[in-house]
């Protein structure tokens, strides 16, 4: 069975850091991108960011582009999402997934999905 687990979410002032990290597990995801979600309350669920199956693509969208890094270890089958300067409107349910493919940008796109992890951050 499938299952993925993010962790590190929580409370922070804005401005503050946070590093988010999605292991998983069931299977190896080495060869499938992996994405981060968000869906704030009321809203559709947004995309974040994206990596390449090997890592050596990514792509942000333009709300975080700057701020957020992803990164993956597939050795681990985890990927992380290190979130800098954060804002309020940052505020939302945080959701790493994996794609059906090597690179997906759609909500669409991806099978597998945590349970998610709050983030809220403070003005």
């Known amino acids: 069975q499938v299952q993925l687990v993010e962790s590190g979410g929580g409370l922070v002032q804005a401005g503050g850091s946070l590093r988010l990290s999605c292991a998983a597990s069931?299977?190896?995801?080495?060869?499938?991108?992996m994405g981060w979600f968000r869906q704030a309350p009321g809203k559709e669920r947004e995309f974040v960011s994206v990596?390449?199956?090997?890592?050596?693509?990514?792509y942000y969208g333009d709300s975080v582009k700057g701020r957020f890094t992803i990164s993956r270890d597939n050795a681990k089958n985890t990927v992380y999402l290190q979130m800098n300067g954060l804002k309020p409107e940052d505020t939302a349910v945080y959701y790493c997934?994996?794609?059906?493919?090597?690179?997906?940008?759609?909500?669409?796109?991806?099978?597998?999905w945590g349970q998610g992890t709050q983030v809220t951050v403070s003005s």
């Open positions: 990596i390449s199956w090997s890592g050596s693509n990514t």
């Open positions: 069931g299977r190896t995801f080495g060869s499938y991108a």
């Open positions: 997934a994996v794609a059906n493919s090597r690179w997906a940008r759609s909500v669409s796109e991806y099978r597998y």
